[in-house]
């Protein structure tokens, strides 16, 4: 995947290798062993019959690459857990700090929609500017990993707009559950300390 394919030319030298190269339909594989088996036992009893598809020896090849990719699957679920996990305490920090001003706010004839619109507009600002620098870096670093391959594709700008939507969706639902519990709880327990 690294080297690009240079003009080729095969040839047949029946005296290099004693390797057949067969292609197999899909489904008679076992088929195809057994008739090959057979007659190499028929023709050469003492040569072993050995075989290998080319297809393993491809997943060999991209192993590092298959590795790769499922490291990077998991560490992503691990970084979105984390930074999920953050979100979420500072979401609660932030409705314990403002539980007095949403009960203010309440008293006076807020509606359950402005209070968590106010809690999560802070937050989504800064989901905003983070997409704004991830997004830029992201590419940048993919396209320059991808410039180490010799056969490549191109980035579709649907990719970056589903992952900014994923990082939206999942901050709003984050801050979600808090916003809507301070914003539909009793304000006369918020102000009762008053």
């Not at 509606?111 to 830029?136: C, Q, R």
């Not at 180490?148 to 990719?159: G, H, K, L, P, V």
Request: glycine residues 4%.
């Amino acid at each position: 995947m690294h080297i690009p394919t240079p003009p080729l030319v095969v040839r047949l030298m029946p005296d290099a290798e004693n390797l057949i190269f067969a292609r197999v339909a899909p489904g008679k594989t076992t088929e195809v062993l057994t008739a090959m088996e057979q007659i190499l036992k028929r023709h050469n009893p003492a040569y072993p019959f050995e075989y290998q598809f080319l297809d393993n020896d491809f997943n060999i090849m991209y192993k590092t690459e298959a590795i790769m990719g499922q490291l990077t699957k998991y560490l992503a679920g691990i970084a979105i857990f984390i930074s999920c996990l953050g979100l979420f305490g500072l979401a609660l920090f932030t409705a314990e700090q403002r539980t007095k001003e949403i009960g203010v706010r309440k008293v006076l004839g807020a509606s359950v929609s402005s209070i968590v619109f106010m809690l999560s507009k802070d937050f989504l600002k800064l989901v905003l500017i983070a997409n704004l620098v991830a997004l830029p870096l992201s590419w940048y670093l993919m396209n320059n990993w991808l410039n180490d391959y010799a056969y490549r594709t191109e980035f579709s700008w649907w990719i970056f707009a589903s992952a900014f939507l994923a990082t939206v969706t999942i901050a709003m639902f984050t801050l979600s559950f808090h916003a809507v519990r301070t914003a539909i709880a009793n304000p006369v327990t918020s102000l009762r300390t008053e």
